[in-house]
């Protein structure tokens, strides 16, 4: 059986619409035949290349067409298979917590890997290198709050914002977001919150 049909196999028992990474598949062979034979099951139709090295089997629905991949499903399966760790931009971390009601032009995340733009179709996602201390709790209501009062900064943090958080979170985690690493700015401003 060629690389070509037996990859083609083991793709047909794939969910349609679930990304995948070509690396995944060098295992079978070296790379540049996998390669190869992605290519071919692309131009037949068995694959959609969604960005390089990043495929998943072409899924279509009866209202919308074909559907197209999650840029942020994108990045989140590009971050995890270089290693990268992965946080919502502080802009946007101030509107999914109430502090702000502005939307991101370009979807931006902070990333532990270099700074770079990722165009997954029609859609630009950004990614900004930033230090490690903005990937504390990383996908939790925590560092949804920690990026935000990162991103507000000092001049804006106010009473207000700080009991608008705490209102957010519960006990438990306003305590956690309390012990992370901050500037001193940042804890000083919680602290009064907790009493």
Not at 4 to 13: A, C, E, G, P, V
Not at 38 to 47: H, P, T, Y
Not at 86 to 102: D, F, K, N, V
Request: proline letters at 3%; hydrophobic letters at 40%; glycine letters at 6%.
């Amino acid at each position: 059986m060629s690389l070509t049909k037996s990859i083609s196999k083991r793709i047909q028992k794939m969910p349609k619409g679930r990304l995948f990474l070509s690396s995944l598949l060098w295992q079978c062979d070296n790379r540049a035949t996998v390669n190869k034979a992605l290519s071919r099951l692309v131009k037949v139709g068995v694959l959609e290349r969604v960005v390089r090295g990043v495929y998943m089997r072409p899924k279509a629905s009866k209202y919308a067409g074909q559907v197209r991949a999650s840029p942020v499903a994108v990045i989140k399966l590009m971050a995890k298979a270089n290693g990268e760790s992965l946080q919502i931009h502080g802009a946007e971390a101030a509107r999914l917590i109430g502090l702000s009601t502005q939307m991101q032009v370009l979807a931006t995340f902070y990333t532990s890997g270099a700074t770079r733009q990722i165009h997954v179709g029609n859609t630009t996602v950004r990614l900004r290198h930033a230090s490690k201390d903005r990937f504390q709790y990383a996908d939790t209501k925590i560092g949804l709050a920690l990026t935000a009062l990162h991103y507000i900064g000092k001049e804006a943090l106010s009473f207000e914002v700080v009991s608008h958080i705490q209102k957010e979170l519960s006990d438990v985690e306003f305590k956690a977001l309390q012990t992370c690493q901050m500037p001193e700015w940042m804890r000083a401003a919680l602290t009064p919150a907790s009493s």
